[in-house]
């Protein structure tokens, strides 16, 4: 099976074949997920909310993804790997924006990063395309801003905003990203975008005119409820399913039901013989 590569990224465009993503931070989760059939893995800064129990994904440092990266790495066989660099990973210079996506590729097996913003990480982009690594950007909603956003709102939905999504979207193109993820912008804005470049748009909370969908896996799968966006959907329970197997687990220690002689191992009765002396 050959890997969904960045060029399967833009063919998928070209033919018109929706590519789906998906986020994991964790070996088993990534591997359920390769062998069903995701095109794309993120390990997402989403990983300080969903996993380490943070707020906001501020506090998610470029060791938290390494470590993530390389467990989910070690799980996909074909899905594209794609390590989010973290709040101030690619702010500060374009020789820290290097070493940083650098390792990603390097020490954690990403195949490509991404990273958030327009025109303010053009230059970044621009540098890591030059020195080989593959970019993802990301426009609309862009958690790591939260603080200069005012909270997580639909963006795009005045003309100047509007325009800048846009305009941003072209600029990130030229700068050679391979893909833009679209986050909660309206969507006939998000169709606009997508019409307008040849790169693919991946939509969460963008409306079904993108070129791939992508969603956070603990959201899909209803084992994450802190926050419940209107763009989820919500395609199992498993957090039902969890505390059920939890709580029958519990019950079952103390009726003495568990564990059973199938789960047990034996012993020759001439050795505790002897033992018992
Ligand atoms: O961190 C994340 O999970 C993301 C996706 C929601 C696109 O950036
Ligand atoms: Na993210």
Partial sequence: MSRFSTASFLSSKKEGRKISMLTAYDYSTARLLDEAGVDSILVGDSLGMVILGYENTLQVTVEDIIHHTKAVARGCKRALVIADMPFLSYHISVEETIKNAGRMIQEANAHAVKLEGGTEVVDKIKALVKAQIPVVGHLGLTPQ????????????????????????????????????????????????????????????GAGKYCDG???????????????SP????????????????????????????????????????????KINL
């Fill in 230 to 273: 209107k763009f989820v959907k919500k395609y199992c329970d498993v957090g039902s399913d969890i505390k059920g197997a939890v709580a029958a687990f519990k019950e079952e220690i103390q009726k003495g039901a568990f564990p059973a002689e199938k789960h047990t191992f034996t012993i020759d009765e001439a050795i505790l013989d």
């Fill in 213 to 227: 969908q992508v969603l956070v896996t603990q959201d899909m799968l209803g084992m994450f409820s802190d926050f």
């Fill in 145 to 204: 801003s939260v603080n200069m956003m005012g909270g997580f709102k639909v963006q795009g939905k005045d003309e100047v905003q509007a325009r800048k999504i846009l305009e941003d979207a072209k600029l990130l193109q030229e700068a050679g990203v391979f893909s833009i993820v679209l986050e909660c912008v309206p969507e006939k804005l998000a169709k606009i975008i997508t019409e307008a470049i040849d790169i693919p748009t991946i939509g969460i």
